[in-house]
């Protein structure tokens, strides 16, 4: 056994009359390792893009729900009337009154 890992940490399999055949399972080995480093990283690197469009439609929506409650404010009577105050226009005293048209055929 004392042999068997002296010859491993000498590197013997890489020389020995059957290398090729080590050699080349080595490279599968160093090929699959690195795409398997690629795909970490491209699995990081997604994870960061998510985290901050998250964090950009939060920032929308709480833009939006602002928005939204000053449009309703400006929509509001109270607001309307002050902001047409100012130019001199005020609302009528009296109410509107319904007009009725009488067709033709009312008439006979």
């Not at 994870?47 to 309703?72: C, G, P, W, Y």
Request: hydrophobic share 40%; charged share 25%.
């Amino acid at each position: 056994m004392k042999t068997g890992v002296l010859d491993l940490l000498k590197g013997k399999f890489l020389v020995s009359g059957d290398s090729p055949k080590n050699w080349l399972f080595i490279i599968f080995i160093s090929f699959l390792a690195t795409v398997m480093i690629s795909s970490s990283h491209s699995a990081d690197q997604k994870v960061h893009t998510i985290a901050l469009l998250n964090e950009e439609v939060k920032e929308l929506r709480n833009e939006f729900v602002d928005m939204r409650s000053d449009v309703q404010q400006l929509k509001l009577e109270s607001s309307i009337t002050d902001k047409i105050a100012e130019i001199g226009l005020f609302p009528s005293e009296t109410p509107p009154q319904k007009i009725r048209v009488k067709s033709i055929n009312e008439e006979q």
